[in-house]
């Protein structure tokens, strides 16, 4: 071989190198693009996310101001009550006379729904036992009849009872001793107390665990009959549907009118004796936002007390895309 020919074959071998480099830099480069203009993207789509379910959560403490200032009863038939189907964000907007439907992509892609759920429609866990670590006789008579109408082992309320015992009570006896379970802030976290997850499963339709031991009676306005069966001592399955029948006609104005709307006796619903009522003061307000394929959801627990209503624990996550565009269900 010539040495032409060898100073040609190591040009070409340079030039292809050359190519191969310049090819791994924009390569390289376009990746870098990409990734930033993903991040920037996702970035952008949290920052837009947090700020509208903070404004569906802003707008269902006002919605729940008000009912609290209208006092009465809380029943299913109220503003609150009315659960947000899943609509367009711009149509919000558009009900403003000075801002049009088209206001560009970003807007015309965001979705939103949820709802309010009244907490004390449901058993609070939380009753069974107070910061002592003594035990509710009246909330265990409760949660027995729901365990034996849900078909679950009186074993295993026991144990949830005894473990509650312990992670509740905060005395310097309890703290010497072997180290207890903490509390439960969820209903799925009773699997800390050792629940099976099926029985959880099974329960969480009909409990709640709620951030208070006392004042959570069930409010016999918006409860199942289900629930309305396990709190109230000697009151048959067929009485409680009767009493979320006679609801559906008008709401209990009192203990005493649901009482009187099954001609119950007197001691069934006796102070003391049942932990009902007609009114709530805790809910729980349940978001979902889509934005493309990003869903987003929210729960946040809020108390109100008269007018005031506060914000006491809120989670957020991603949801699957595919699932419903209704607000989460129990």
Same mark, same amino acid.
């Not at 404004?55 to 009863?73: F, I, K, M």
């Not at 759920?117 to 265990?140: A, E, F, H, K, P």
């Not at 949660?143 to 509650?164: K, S, T, Y």
């Not at 809910?283 to 006491?312: A, C, H, K, P």
């Given at each position: 071989?010539?040495?032409?020919?060898?100073?040609?074959?190591?040009?070409?071998?340079?030039?292809?190198?050359?190519?191969?480099?310049?090819?791994?830099?924009?390569?390289?480069?376009?990746?870098?693009?990409?990734?930033?203009?993903?991040?920037?993207?996702?970035?952008?789509?949290?920052?837009?996310?947090?700020?509208?379910?903070?404004?569906?959560?802003?707008?269902?403490?006002?919605?729940?101001?008000?009912?609290?200032?209208?006092?009465?009863?809380?029943?299913?038939?109220?503003?609150?009550?009315?659960?947000?189907?899943?609509?367009?964000?711009?149509?919000?907007? *558009?009900?403003?006379?000075?801002?049009?439907?088209?206001?560009?992509?970003?807007?015309?892609?965001?979705?939103?729904?949820?709802?309010?759920?009244?907490?004390?429609?449901?058993?609070?866990?939380?009753?069974?036992?107070?910061?002592?670590?003594?035990?509710?006789?009246?909330?265990?008579?409760?949660?027995?009849?729901?365990?034996?109408?849900?078909?679950?082992?009186?074993?295993?309320?026991?144990?949830?009872?005894?473990?509650?015992?312990?992670?509740?009570?905060?005395?310097?006896?309890?703290?010497?001793?072997?180290?207890?379970?903490?509390?439960?802030?969820?209903?799925?976290?009773?699997?800390?107390?050792?629940?099976?997850?099926?029985?959880?499963?099974?329960?969480?339709?009909?409990? *709640?665990?709620?951030?208070?031991?006392?004042?959570?009676?069930?409010?016999?306005?918006?409860?199942?009959?289900?629930?309305?069966?396990?709190?109230?001592?000697?009151?048959?399955?067929?009485?409680?549907?009767?009493?979320?029948?006679?609801?559906?006609?008008?709401?209990?104005?009192?203990?005493?009118?649901?009482?009187?709307?099954?001609?119950?006796?007197?001691?069934?619903?006796?102070?003391?004796?049942?932990?009902?009522?007609?009114?709530?003061?805790?809910?729980?307000?349940?978001?979902?936002?889509?934005?493309?394929?990003?869903?987003?959801?929210?729960?946040?627990?809020?108390?109100?007390?008269?007018?005031?209503?506060?914000?006491?624990?809120?989670?957020?996550?991603?949801?699957?895309?595919?699932?419903?565009?209704?607000?989460?269900?129990?």
């Amino acid at each position: 071989m010539t040495r032409a020919a060898r100073n040609a074959g190591a040009a070409l071998l340079a030039a292809m190198l050359t190519v191969a480099l310049v090819a791994t830099f924009a390569a390289a480069a376009l990746w870098q693009q990409w990734r930033s203009t993903e991040v920037e993207a996702a970035e952008r789509a949290r920052v837009q996310s947090s700020w509208v379910l903070t404004g569906a959560l802003d707008w269902a403490r006002l919605l729940l101001r008000e009912d609290g200032r209208s006092g009465g009863p809380d029943h299913l038939g109220e503003p609150w009550a009315v659960p947000l189907q899943e609509a367009r964000l711009s149509s919000f907007l *558009a009900a403003d006379r000075n801002v049009t439907a088209d206001t560009g992509p970003e807007v015309l892609e965001a979705f939103l729904s949820g709802q309010i759920v009244d907490m004390q429609s449901l058993l609070n866990v939380n009753t069974l036992v107070d910061d002592t670590g003594r035990i509710s006789d009246t909330d265990v008579r409760s949660f027995q009849r729901l365990f034996e109408l849900l078909g679950l082992p009186p074993a295993q309320l026991d144990l949830l009872i005894e473990n509650m015992r312990f992670a509740a009570d905060t005395s310097a006896n309890n703290r010497s001793g072997p180290m207890a379970a903490l509390l439960p802030q969820r209903v799925e976290e009773l699997a800390w107390l050792g629940l099976p997850l099926a029985s959880v499963a099974a329960l969480q339709p009909y409990i *709640a665990v709620l951030p208070a031991r006392q004042g959570t009676p069930v409010n016999l306005n918006t409860a199942s009959a289900e629930v309305i069966f396990a709190a109230v001592d000697g009151l048959s399955m067929a009485d409680a549907q009767r009493l979320v029948a006679a609801r559906e006609q008008a709401p209990f104005r009192s203990v005493t009118a649901a009482k009187d709307a099954i001609g119950a006796p007197d001691a069934m619903f006796a102070a003391g004796q049942v932990n009902v009522a007609i009114a709530s003061g805790f809910f729980e307000v349940r978001s979902r936002l889509r934005l493309d394929q990003l869903v987003v959801e929210e729960r946040s627990l809020v108390q109100r007390s008269g007018i005031d209503v506060r914000t006491l624990q809120r989670e957020r996550g991603i949801a699957d895309p595919t699932a419903s565009s209704q607000a989460a269900r129990r």
